[in-house]
């Protein structure tokens, strides 16, 4: 970056502090925000799965009892009863094996009869030894006849648990099988804990579900990975599992819950916390997005308009003072603006500035006119006969220049240029100067360095420089028979003719030592007589336009307009 | 074996009404509480619906004591016994009959009941019949005979169908007495439908009373 990079802006500043700080601003919230959903949400689905544990656990206790009580009534079958009891009565050890066979037969069929009108995975009907004697159902097959049946978690003769089944784990509900209030068998209500039951165990708890045996996961609607690591989880905890808590599966956060405990099996509901803090904080970003977008473009709508106070008001300070600098006019000094008492401030400051500094080049200025003047009023006097030449140049000059309605700034111009067009005399002898008899052309030679001489004085002064054409030039005339350039017509400016006419009036009505002074009205028809050739012919009219205004009675030039 | 003891006819009996070589058998069953292994009740308290009020049967009169093939030659008297059916209950629990017997299940409910068998010894259904009406039936097969009603799922009653006269049924205190036994050894038999027969060796001696105690180890339900 090279060092002489231009500095940015205020505005581009302004809108960009802005910008970031809003953006930092909105970065917290959204942090904020996101972590306070997610905290919300892990209340919400804790509290969720609270609830749905105590409406699941009621449900599926009644579930399972209606079961139980549908069974029960199903199995008051008077002939499945008589089929059981008279089999139980006639095979002894020594019964007939193709008898016995066809006893089972007659009770399969019985059941069968009542498994049609229940919907269960199996029904599984045993002796009073525990034996299976017959089963009806989907999976009937995995309950094969005259195996014994082992309920887990069995208390006394109340049985509400689980069975493992060659692989397959069963919910278990037994109902008895009592005939006129003796125990003749056992029905058992067998649902298989498989994938089926887990969904729909989860549409009902609306959660995931797992049931976990033994430490085992047997079935559950998570994805494998998740189902080991739940259950490596649940086997890293005291014994019995816990009852709720949070867990991460699949690197997500989890919620879960246990819903019912059936002795060996323990049945959970899980939702994901993050997933469900996703949907929220969706919502949430969404809505705050609309808010924050809307007061970034407030912030920076006020940022742009608080910028435009600034920058304007030092916008136009800074051109009404480069509008300064250059015409050096303090008359015209920028108002206070008003937007902001510093930038008033500011303003003021400035224009004192500028007010003094005005002041002080005045000052400067003045010292150097009056100098000048001095100088000049001193040349004058040098012959008696010239004094007071300068001043009276000078009123008549501004009394022409007037009259063809120049403007002030040419008229100032002309004011102190006449008042110094002689000023290059100070370089002629005095023997050339006041000598009274005519001269020989080597002191007429001296006396044409004059307008010359006078030009290179007054450049050594900055602020004359608007006032060398006319002391150089004010012996030209308009048929270019002048002196010392010889220039013609429009070649030589206004101010240098007009002081050239009248200062050959005040030549000719001042007397010298070789003549006397003419008359004015003499002296303006030896003007009028010259008018086109060797004297402006505009400025002669114009100076006799005036002339009334600024001689007095007796023909002399009054000096009090050179103050005016 | 029915021919055989036909043909042997009846022995010829004494003055007292006690035949000449035969002796009685007098004993007691007592019923023992087994432990049974728990079978499963429903969890959830079911809703009981018109529980009847079952008339208290002593379990002792649900035991039949009877001799093992006692080689019975004679004829054998056929009696008409009674199942009644109150209360949905079948009264007696337990009947034991001799073979060629007829047994008949009068209705004494306001309302149907059936009787019907699935037993080998003898398949029956009698049908549906109102208050009043009985029918009969008659058991030619030695053997047991469970009987069931089909519109009520709780009513069942055995049948003992023997085929000779050595049974009895004991007293509410156990006691029996079979009578008119000849002289010898023979198996009696203490049975019950839920625990099956239960043995014991004993000697009959002519003009004696032999004395046993028979242990039969049921549960006695209330």
Sequence with gaps: MSGGRRPPRLLVKTLAVTFATVAVLLIGVFVLVTASVRDQVRQSVSTNLEAGQRVFAAIEARRQRELGEQVAALAESPRLKAAVDTYAAESGANADPAVREQWLTTIARQLEEVAARIDSDAIVLT???????????RLASLWPRDREVVIAGAEGDRVDGVARVDGTVFRIVSVPFDLDGVRIGALYLATALDRRYADDLAALAGAQTAIVSDGQVVTSTLSPESARAFESALA???AGGPAAGIITLDDESHAFRRLVNVNKATFYALTSIDSSSRAATRTAIQRLSLIAGGATLLALAASFWLARMITEPIGQLSTSLKRMAASRDAANLPAPSGSSLEIDELTDTFNALITSVTAAEDQTQGAYTGAIRALAMALDARDPYTAGHSERVSVLSVAIGRSLRLRDEEIEVIRLGALLHDIGKIGVPDAVLLKP?????????????????GARILQSVPFLAPHIPIVELHHERPDGRGYPHGLRGDEIPIAAHIVHVADAYDAMTTARAYRSARHPTAALQELWHFAGTAFHAEAVGALATVLPGVISDTGEVVLEHMHA | MCLAAATAGPRAQTADGTAPG???ISGRVKLTARVRSPLPSNVYPSRTIGKHAAPAIPEIRNVVVYLKDPGFRGALRTTKSELRQEDETFIPHVLAITRGSTVEFPNGDPFFHNVFSLSSTATFNLGRYPRGETRGQRFNKPGLVKVFCDIHSHM???ILVLDHPYFAIPATDGAFELPNIPAGRYTLVGWHERVGERTLSVRVDAGQVSTVNLTVPVEDQP
Aim: hydrophobic letters at 40%; proline letters at 8%; glycine letters at 8%.
């Design chain 1, 127 to 137: 002796d009073v030894r525990h034996r299976t004697l017959a089963s009806a159902g």
């Design chain 1, 236 to 238: 890293a905890a005291p």
């Design chain 1, 437 to 453: 008899t005519a001269l020989t052309p080597a002191e007429f030679d001296i006396i044409k360095q004059h307008p010359g001489a």
């Design chain 2, 22 to 24: 035969v002796g009685t």
């Design chain 2, 156 to 158: 069942s009653a055995s």
